[in-house]
């Protein structure tokens, strides 16, 4: 799949006598140690080079790319081709001839990018008129949410490509990958929640800072995490009264140590949430189990709780599945719907409709990582132990425990995975 050679030098010779896996040093371009190339105890230096794809994404209204020029000249300056189907950027206000001026090649459809490429760069998960441009052996890094939809496993396991998600690596228990889309979903969140309140979107005609003699809207976040977090330090500058439950209790004093007067926190728990739901104009549902569908919150029955004239549910967890029972996607075309009087918020990527600040947010954080697994290759990043978290479908086998929990499909660790 790579044209690879040994650099002919052991890194024995090095500045460090042995260099850690993955992650050692560099003697020249495109050069990175291998220690899965050691045959007598000393690991040797192997120059890839990779053809990498990046699309143009094709989901409904979605303008955000998964390479910017800067990615671009890193990978290209490493050794590596970069090949961007000709448009790819122009939703984001990325031109194709900055990307040429980066060092890309820009190639005229989606046919020649997959073609061609060994690793693929996306956004968004393949859609079906896509699965026929895929072929085995390939690898492709991007959103993927397997927990959320069966027909995209089963899709992905049967084309034979290895799939590295964004939203499951993980860095000493972080999601770094993960963390800036939450950060943009979180904050547009009330700004959409303030504009669905509104009385001619459906809303009960609620000003969500309220006025001087007037109450402010009632906010309720569901989850405290990176999208929760975002979403009530907003809906607080906006002057909203907000609470935010979480089962995670130094999750919450952290949030009281940091946040405004106007946020408070509560422990969460189904007794605890019904209680909150009569008098919530706003609800955002912003919880997330790593790699697993999103813990059901809201049930159909409950929404009998809360107002009928329009309060608004934002559930940023759709693309987990939804936290709320009577959630559905939806798509910036048409966003929302109304169940029992409660206006439903469910696009499944709520970051599209913001493509320019979304883009640079997601590559600043995965354009190390697309290095990495560029210059590692497909073995030795199913080894890796950062990379490894990323790895969901190697070889047509489910390779993350929580998506195959979530379909009761057979789980191999990536290590085990013949490649």
Not at 65 to 90: C, F, I, K, N, Y
Request: proline fraction near 6%; glycine fraction near 10%.
């Amino acid at each position: 799949m790579h044209s690879a050679r040994p650099f002919p030098r052991p890194c024995a010779t090095t500045i460090l006598p042995r260099c850690s896996f993955g992650w050692g040093r560099r003697r020249a371009r495109g050069a990175v140690c291998h220690e899965s190339a050691c045959t007598d105890g000393v690991a040797f230096w192997r120059l890839l080079s990779v053809i990498i794809g990046v699309p143009k994404e094709i989901k409904e209204q979605e303008n955000r790319v998964g390479a910017v020029p800067a990615m671009v000249h890193d990978l290209v300056t490493a050794g590596h081709r970069v090949l961007v189907q000709a448009g790819a950027g122009s939703g984001a206000g990325i031109l194709d001839d900055q990307f040429a001026q980066a060092g890309a090649e820009i190639v005229a459809d989606a046919a020649a990018v997959y073609g061609a490429a060994e690793l693929v760069v996306k956004v968004k998960e393949p859609l079906p008129q896509e699965y026929p441009l895929l072929r085995p052996g390939q690898m492709l890094f991007t959103y993927f949410h397997f927990a959320a939809s069966r027909g995209l496993t089963e899709a992905m396991c049967a084309s034979g490509v290895h799939c590295f998600a964004y939203e499951t690596l993980t860095v000493a228990g972080h999601l770094p990958l993960l963390t800036p889309m939450s950060e943009v979903a979180g904050r547009m969140s009330v700004q959409i929640g303030a504009f669905f309140l509104e009385a001619h979107k459906g809303g009960r005609g609620i000003l969500l800072g309220g006025v001087p003699g007037v109450e402010p809207a009632r906010v309720l976040v569901l989850g405290g995490g990176h999208v929760g977090a975002n979403a009530a330090r907003i809906a607080a500058g906006l002057g909203a009264d907000v609470l935010v439950m979480d089962v995670d209790l130094q999750r919450l004093r952290w949030l009281s140590d940091i946040m405004p007067a106007n946020v408070r926190t509560l422990a969460s728990s189904p007794y605890a949430l019904r209680e909150q739901l009569p008098s919530a104009d706003l609800v955002i549902g912003a919880v997330l189990v790593s790699g697993a569908r999103a813990p059901m919150l809201i049930r159909r029955e409950d929404l009998k709780l809360m107002r009928d004239d329009g309060p608004v549910i934002v559930d940023v967890a759709i693309d987990q599945g939804g936290c709320v029972e009577t959630s559905r996607p939806t798509t910036h075309a048409e966003p929302t719907f109304v169940v029992d009087g409660v206006v439903h918020y469910c696009v499944a990527n709520m970051p599209g409709a913001v493509p320019r600040t979304a883009t640079f947010a997601l590559t600043n954080a995965t354009g190390p990582y697309v290095r990495l697994l560029a210059d590692l290759g497909m073995a030795a990043a199913a080894a890796h132990p950062v990379l490894r978290t990323a790895a969901n479908v190697l070889a047509g086998q489910v390779t993350h425990a929580a998506v195959a929990e979530a379909f009761g499909l057979e789980f191999r660790a990536p290590g085990d995975v013949i490649l």
